[in-house]
């Protein structure tokens, strides 16, 4: 008798189902790891949108949570930013945070929060999505900068207040950086075709003194790195001193420091690292308001300038340029001198502090070229120095 081996439908139903949820699961799990192991972007943040950033821990100098931004480019190509916002380098500065943003006019030395930068500034200047901006589809990741300690700090520093209490300073800059980066990553690959590290003023610091640590703990595969530098000069005999016994910043860093300009030590550190593997570059305002108020505090112990003591200011950036050209070969300047710092008259041939954060980064105010223009020409292999002869 032939024995008849056909299953009966329900069997063959339940293999189905069976099969069908295996593959389900299989699906669920490529998706997981999809997601939760690799630099995809998240669903729920779409290319060309800023979202914020907001990691555990990352602190203000005032002791508030501290928020950043991100934006996703449709390119694989990644800025790290890093915000200025002065410093504070003893107890008197520490007791003087700025009181608003407007620091041609307020008396404080630093900010401490993110009042008025973060998330107004974000769109503005190289960060604006408008179509003749180059870096438009570029993802961009905001290190705001509230610290007082160039990004670098890693302490909490106790203060008398101006009101006689006792109060801290939250030195928390790298801590803060590197908790940014770390909620950043997965959001990002660790070999971008481009990379730029760019800061103004304080965070033109942290872009020098970090673009290393960048390199080696979170984009060690990029194809090509640039350094971009914003109107970062300040002169100090003491660096050391304060960067130890105030900022507690990492010691490797510390080693660094071999001059009173921090920008010329960092930047031939990384030179002598990198080589040609990293684009040099640097932009100053010929007669710059903000830092030369800074200076002359250093100076003098008096937190004021004026169209008298500029002077000073554009003779030490005249020195760094040099410095600079001879101890990072190749690298390139861009000088500029729009007005005013200030309408008040002993200070209107002040200049303007910083552009790369402002409108003003696409304005042809050298040579017929705007900053922007000639960043992005310097990425693309057009390295050139403008502005050079303002200094005469």
Known sequence: MKQNNKLPLWAWIAFGLIGLAVLLLIGLGVRYYVITHTHSALESHRTGTWFELAPEGAVCGNGEPLVSRMRLGSENKVLVFFYGGGISLNEYTAARPYVGMTIDIEPGFYAADTDGEIPDWCGVGIGDDVGFNPFRNW???????????????????????????????????????????????????????????????????????????????????????????????????NWEEVFRDVWNAPEELIDRIETPNLIVDFMSSLYETYGDYITFLYIGSVRDGALSRYQNYFNTGVYATDNRVIWIYTEYLRVMIEELQTKVPGIGIYLFDQLPFSIRPNQFFLTQHTILETNTAFWPLTDRVSVIRWLHSAIGGDVRSRGLYLLR
Request: glycine letters at 10%.
């Open 139 to 237: 993802s961009i990741v905001v290190v705001p900068y509230t610290t007082g300690d160039f990004h670098v700090g890693d302490t909490d520093y106790a203060y008398t207040a101006l009101d006689g209490s006792e109060a801290v300073l939250h030195h928390h800059g790298y801590d803060n950086y590197r908790a940014i980066l770390d909620a950043a990553m997965p959001y990002l690959g660790s070999d971008p075709e481009e990379l730029l590290v760019a800061g103004y003023s304080a965070g033109g610091y942290g872009a020098a003194m970090l673009t290393d640590d960048l390199l080696r703990n979170y984009f060690p595969d990029a194809e090509h790195v640039t350094l971009c530098v914003d109107s970062s000069l300040l002169i100090l005999g």
